[in-house]
């Protein structure tokens, strides 16, 4: 069974940066789309970025140009580097891994209700970012 940890929230100040961590086990998928989601209480899930294990990667428009979504194959880990945090960045962040999809698909799975859309969610990491 697919397990994901998330680790690297925190609190920082307009600008900063914080690198998050999803770290995987008991993942067999040889083709895989893993990516980050993020929610605020009260709003919907909304898909921040994803990447596939080809490498490919996609990203919301709002965190294009800020946010680096990456993956190490050999510590099973995939991470979202966040720089130039804003304000509207605050929300508790989650992890998702499913077989492979397109990207429009994994999105749309990650941000249905409830979480039987995809394969696996971490448990979610908060970040905080103040003004």
């Known amino acids: 069974q697919v397990q994901l940890a998330e680790s690297g929230g925190g609190s920082v100040q307009a600008g900063g940066s914080l690198k998050l961590s999803c770290e995987a086990s008991?993942?067999?998928?040889?083709?895989?789309?893993m990516g980050w989601f993020r929610q605020v209480p009260g709003k919907k899930r909304e898909g921040v970025a994803a990447?596939?294990?080809?490498?490919?990667?996609t990203y919301a428009d709002s965190v294009k140009g800020r946010f680096t979504i990456g993956i190490d194959n050999a510590k099973n880990t995939m991470y979202l580097q966040m720089n130039s945090l804003k304000p509207e960045d605050t929300a508790m962040y989650y992890c998702a891994a499913h077989r492979i999809v397109s990207f429009s698909a994994f999105m749309e799975l990650g941000t249905g209700e409830g979480r039987d859309g995809l394969d696996a969610w971490g448990q979610g990491t908060l970040v905080t970012v103040s003004s």
């Open positions: 990447i596939d294990s080809d490498g490919m990667t």
């Open positions: 008991g993942y067999n998928y040889r083709s895989f789309c």
